[in-house]
């Protein structure tokens, strides 16, 4: 894999989803490599190649046998800095990100609705603007716009090479060098470590889509991350979040949907790897399509765990999960490539993914009350519901 330190949070006013669109252009080919070689050749010596984008980093990779390494390697490190794109291939796969976007976003009501929500989220910081983009700003996206991206973040100094599988590593780190290692250094604009206005009131949205069937309700809370605020929280806040909604013995599950009935979906989530601000969401699908009761029960659950925090079973039983988990991602190559090239392209190390069992295993009660009162504060909260259209026939599309 080859991870490179910029993504959506990088780009330029009216120009939103040029890291995804580069991130398309880079198959296009090189002098040594033509256009839509790349794959091709990938293919035909039995392995499989993709990538993708996040607001914080772009990522490639190619899965192949370990005697095809100097292939892959030699052809990523070329198309690091010797990309070719025509104005043909431009038109034709900015037209393509288009109905990318169309298919998953604008046919997606669920996904228009989670982009309501970080633009309602986030007042300032970059994290508000779509990974793909607005459509408004693909359809101006430049051959001279992405080969300027590139020529401004695309270089082995702004860039993490991992390597999984069936090698030793003093011959890859040779092979390195003698692919990557040649390519001279560049200056590369420095990240900016965007910050997010204070939230002084709670938010609210509703967005209503004939196409929704089944109303749902969520509500985020600003929260810190490894990289952004209170960092010493973001441990904990990964226990608490297992514990509130991990699953059907969750605190949520049992209490909304077991015991009150007022709901036949209830889980959380949270996520603290991004260079910025992160945030710890609750969703529920209510029952009978009526959120009326919702919000109170939910701050009944995270009231008593912000008070009196959890039992020595619900700390135990998330922790062993969240422990299972990493061990179960770490079983393939690909899950361990994602694992520490997400953690070193956000400012972590090595050493920080193998201390992290550890560090869950030394979450305490005491952590989770901390954790809850600094993150469940009303003032920072976004409250979104997706609802049906009354009287609109049942869609298509479930929430």
Do not use: C
């Not at 796969?93 to 609705?113: C, G, H, K, Q, Y």
């Not at 459509?135 to 082995?156: Q, S």
């Not at 090479?161 to 003093?170: I, L």
């Amino acid at each position: 894999m080859a991870w490179y330190k910029v993504g959506a949070t990088e780009e330029f006013a009216g120009k939103t989803g040029l890291a995804h669109f580069l991130e398309h252009l880079m198959f296009k080919g090189t002098d040594k490599v033509p256009s839509g070689e790349f794959s091709k050749t990938v293919s035909r010596n039995g392995g499989q190649d993709n990538a993708f984008t996040s607001s914080d980093y772009t990522a490639y990779f190619q899965q192949v046998a370990a005697d095809k390494l100097p292939l892959v390697m030699e052809m990523e490190a070329d198309r690091m800095v010797n990309l070719k794109i025509a104005e043909d291939e431009v038109n034709a796969e900015r037209d393509v990100v288009i109905e990318e976007r169309r298919t998953r976003t604008e046919n997606s009501p669920p996904a228009l609705f989670r982009e309501q929500m970080d633009a309602v989220q986030f007042l300032s910081h970059p994290y508000r603007v779509p990974v793909i983009g607005w459509m408004r700003d693909i359809e101006t996206l430049t051959r001279a716009d992405a080969l300027g991206f590139y020529k401004l973040h695309y270089a082995p100094n702004n860039a993490v090479v991992v390597v999984v599988g069936d090698v030793e590593a003093d011959a890859v780190k040779a092979l390195a060098d003698k692919t990557y290692g040649v390519i001279p250094r560049k200056t590369v604009p420095p990240r900016i470590a965007s910050v997010e206005a204070p939230q002084l009131a709670a938010r609210e949205l509703v967005m209503r889509d004939a196409r929704v069937s089944q109303a749902s309700w969520v509500r985020t809370y600003a929260a810190p991350s490894y990289q952004y605020g209170d960092s010493k929280l973001a441990v904990p806040a990964e226990v608490l979040n297992e514990i509130l909604g991990g699953g059907t013995t969750s605190r949520l599950y049992q209490t909304l949907v077991v015991e009150k009935q007022l709901a036949i979906e209830a889980g959380s989530s949270y996520g603290g790897s991004g260079l910025g601000p992160s945030t710890f969401g609750i969703s529920v699908r209510p029952r009978n399509d009526d959120p009326a009761p919702i919000p109170a029960a939910v701050e009944a659950v995270i009231a008593e765990v912000a008070k009196n925090g959890v039992t020595d079973e619900e700390l135990k039983r998330a922790k062993n999960s969240l422990k299972a988990a990493a061990i179960y991602a770490r079983d393939s190559g690909e899950g361990l490539a994602n694992i520490f090239g997400a953690a070193l392209v956000t400012g972590r190390t090595v050493q920080d993914v193998l201390s992290w069992p550890d560090k869950i295993e030394a979450v305490t009660n005491a952590d989770i009350i901390a954790a809850a009162r600094a993150v469940f504060v009303p003032e920072r909260s976004v409250t979104g519901m997706l609802l049906p259209v009354p009287g609109a026939p049942p869609g298509p599309e479930h929430p």
